[in-house]
């Protein structure tokens, strides 16, 4: 314990007086810099779910709170305008997601309808908001000095085994869909459920197909190692991770094995990094799935007895505090994302509001100048943070939209999966 209390007391002076000022002086220049390169490249996210958290917690009204001010320490929501332009967002990809649990036919109806609120949003600020489909409206509306809105479905069984579904769901605006969420759906394996069919069905293979051929990104996150693969195998347009970290760095399943990783190069597309703290803290990982394990055995040695189990867990968290991720620990995983995919194929899709904790210092959506001045601090030029924050996003989704245009003359995909789960 001395010995702890006088390291503390030394770091403490270090890290006081001049040498402190000189640290924030040099953080605060950073990111100025920073905010200076995202005044000219926007910074887009991949994945956001302020939709649903409104859908959640205030009635699915954007008027219900207003966004334009900051609610940091009035509400539990990490994302506002006041933030978003603290953090040099140029372009938000919001999510709109619902729950794997849903019926197909009602996760479709709740899709649309946080299509709608998305929309809503931008019609309730349109001073700051804008809705974008095309990478060209991104740029247009950031040098217009708005943040461009787009449209990011999360959950594959949304489209309800209907490709006529998949295509009114891209009319509406949507841009990229995640081919599965928490569970395995009737034509793609989850990272996180039981396999079914060993990655893509032959229907699931289609579902690809007709992604690429209407424009829509073809999202990797959430799948099996095995969907991943199939994915990039029949997918003639480049594929995207919304919100994934790197498996190598962290082994949680729904991040990205270094096998995937390699194969970002040849097929031309893009990680978006993710701040989740299960998924970039191995310690954190390990501490989720202690706890899991904890509340098994509480709730098998007390059925019927929730009390019991709520007390015991209490006790139990009491004596295994949680460890936090941090700052560090993002920038680990991107670092490794360059490092094994190159630099042409990382990004960032912070999970903001989809998420109960974030890591120390990535807070909420202010966070991003904190992360990239600290990349540059590690020797990442300017060129590099123009390519993270919004360059290689732009390049995928314009090679998307090209193989669409390539294949504008085709007709719809009209496959349709029977009860056996084979395409007709």
């Known amino acids: 314990m001395i010995r702890t209390a006088l390291l503390a007391a030394v770091s403490f002076a270090v890290l006081s007086g001049p040498a402190l000022a000189q640290s924030q002086a040099a953080d605060a220049a950073g990111q100025e810099r920073v905010m200076q390169i995202l005044r000219r490249t926007p910074l887009i996210d991949g994945h956001n779910d302020l939709p649903w958290a409104l859908r959640q917690g205030f009635g699915n009204d954007p008027y219900r709170v207003d966004l334009a001010t900051n609610l940091a320490t009035t509400t539990r929501l990490h994302t506002d305008i006041p933030r978003l332009r603290a953090g040099g967002v140029g372009a938000q990809f919001w999510s709109v997601y619902v729950p794997a649990s849903l019926e197909p036919v009602e996760a479709a109806k709740a899709t649309f309808e946080q299509i709608d609120t998305v929309k809503r949003i931008a019609a309730a600020y349109p001073s700051v908001f804008e809705i974008a489909t095309t990478a060209d409206d991104i740029v247009r509306i950031h040098k217009a000095g708005r943040i461009a809105s787009l449209i990011g479905m999360e959950g594959g069984y949304s489209i309800d085994d209907s490709l006529g579904l998949l295509r009114e769901f891209y009319d509406s605006g949507a841009r990229y869909m995640t081919l599965t969420h928490s569970r ?219 193989a669409a245009t390539a294949q504008r003359g085709e007709r719809p995909n009209l496959t349709q999966l029977p009860n056996d789960g084979a395409p007709e």
């Open 184 to 402: 395995t759906t009737t034509w793609a394996d989850s990272a996180t459920d039981a396999p079914k069919w060993g990655g893509l069905s032959p229907f699931g293979e289609q579902v690809v197909k007709e992604m690429n051929r209407i424009g829509m990104m073809v999202d990797l996150s959430h799948v099996s190692e095995e969907t991943m693969t199939d994915a990039i195998r029949v997918s003639t347009a480049p594929v995207i991770f919304s919100h994934s970290s790197a498996r190598a760095v962290t082994g949680h399943p729904r991040n990205v094995p270094d096998a995937v990783l390699r194969q970002m190069p040849a097929n031309g597309g893009i990680v978006m990094v993710t701040f989740v703290p299960g998924f970039i803290s191995e310690a954190v990982r390990a501490s989720g799935a202690a706890r899991s394990a904890e509340m098994s055995r509480l709730s098998a040695l007390n059925p019927g007895d929730p009390d019991a189990v709520k007390a015991g867990m209490e006790a139990w968290t009491a004596a295994n505090p949680a460890p936090r991720a941090t700052l560090d620990d993002v920038v680990a995983h991107i670092q490794h994302v360059r490092d094994v995919a190159g630099i042409d194929h990382v990004g960032l899709g912070g999970d903001f509001d989809g998420v109960d904790s974030l890591p120390e210092g990535v807070e909420s959506v202010e966070a991003y100048p904190r992360i990239l001045a600290e990349l540059m601090r590690r020797g990442w030029s300017e060129a590099d943070i123009r390519k993270i924050s919004g360059e290689n996003l732009l390049r995928t989704m314009r090679a998307v939209e090209r």
